[in-house]
């Protein structure tokens, strides 16, 4: 019971920190429009298709790709982390991993005893955490939980400790999942470390989520993103041929779920990372002009749905366009306030013709798009100012028919578990203060 007061009254104050800086700006902050400036038809095949046009645009924001990476998708807590522990126990040179948070729990406890056995073997280990992601769970690793740690020789940090006065922490956070181990294989997605991605929660019920492997040049793109973090954070430089892929592959790490379409060691896959001061806007493009190319399909799966002003337009000039625009949200949520943005934003986007699914088996925490069948993207970037305009994220934009088409199809199976919105529905479902919430909570979309 002491433990549910802490974390009501923790999300009351950072909802109440939220309110205030709302009072100092009372309207929505308008957005930039990112949109690509340049004659993408020109750059892109003469078809003009969806996928051709994306990869150019973010070619020209100096986003790279490659065209020999295998991607497994990850579907469940059990099938990530069962696939994960395989992978760790047939490391050979070292693991990185890079969370917002390792929630203190069982799952935890399994990895930290996988991660000390390789350590015992020879293996470099080092993991990365977010202060605040820590601090805000409701089971955090206390600075005893983290002298153990290290004192089993795994090499733990921090990203920026909460501190007082803490208003200023609430921002730029790492909210990245990457793992990559002996330099060959990665993971990232949406799911961080906690036990309640297989056990789900008593306050949403199951908990949903996405992650993927990859296999492939982009591996080394992760592994730089995490190196250069690890820098951050440790200030140890941490370089040389052996954590990167090089010519060599993982072939020596058996027993993990196949990729199983024809274009498996022929996707082509590009990584965007949020960066601030660097690539700040790199993920908002993205979403952007995914959108704005789209020519026939559609479909968004997201946790936290506030939205900026550029993309409502997107997705509203899509529908007009004649695409078929498709969301995918939950009905329960683990936070306050955000979701109710959320459905509002939905309401407001059924009536310009979006169709607007609600998922009512639990919390869907997955974070994905696909496009006319061609293109997807997979990683830890909600659609939220947190994770357009201030945290460090990592998304897989992944350019392959076959992987899109089982983001599709999973797609279709989470709707047979959901209801569509109307404007009856919306007026039976949603109360007349609950509406009123959520247009309150809209005008504090810039911070949530």
Known sequence: MAKRKQESYRKLIITC?????????????????FEYKGNGKELA????????????????????????????????????????????????????????????????????RHLEKKVR????????????????????MK???LRA????????????????????????????????????????????????????????????????????????TLQNIFLRMWYLVSTKQVHGAKYYRGISNADYIKGLKPDTCKSAGKKMVGIINREPQVSKDIIRYFYVNAINDAKDSIKIINPYFTLSPTLKKALRKA???????????????????????????????????????????????????????????????????????????????IVDKCTTHELDTLFENQKKDSFKLTEELWKQWRTPWQRFRGWFAHLLSPFL
């Open 17 to 33: 920190i939220c309110t205030f800086i709302a009072l100092l700006f009372p309207y929505p902050l308008t957005a930039k429009t």
């Open 45 to 112: 095949n003469k078809d003009g298709r969806a996928d051709s046009m994306l990869v150019c645009q973010l070619r020209h924001k100096g986003i790279s790709f490659s065209h020999n990476n295998s991607v497994t998708l990850l579907c469940t807590g059990q099938e990530k982390f069962d696939d994960l522990f395989k992978a760790i126990d047939q490391a050979r040179s070292s693991i990185h991993l890079e969370y917002f948070n390792f929630r203190n729990d069982s799952i935890n406890d399994e990895l930290i």
């Open 121 to 140: 073997q020879g293996v470099e280990v080092r993991a990365i955490f977010d202060g605040f992601g820590n601090a805000s769970n409701n089971q955090p």
């Open 143 to 145: 600075k005893s939980t």
């Open 149 to 220: 740690i290290r004192k089993k020789g795994i090499e733990i940090y921090e990203f920026k400790p909460i501190e007082f006065p803490w208003i200023h922490d609430i921002f730029n956070r790492d909210h990245r999942k990457i793992v990559i181990i002996d330099g060959k294989i990665a993971y990232t997605g949406g799911m961080n470390v906690a036990d309640y991605y297989i056990k789900g929660t008593k306050v949403v019920g199951s908990w949903h989520d996405m992650h993927c492997r990859i296999e492939g040049d982009e591996v080394n």
């Open 319 to 397: 529908v007009k366009r004649g695409v078929k625009v498709e969301i995918l949200l939950s009905v329960r949520s683990d936070i306050p306030l955000t979701p109710d943005c959320g459905f509002y934003n939905a309401h407001q986007l059924m009536k310009d013709g979006c169709t607007i699914w609600l998922y009512k088996a639990g919390f869907h925490h997955t974070k994905i798009i696909t496009v006319d069948g061609q293109f997807c993207t997979v990683g830890s970037a909600n659609l939220n100012s947190r994770s357009l305009r201030w945290d460090r994220e990592e998304n897989a934009v």
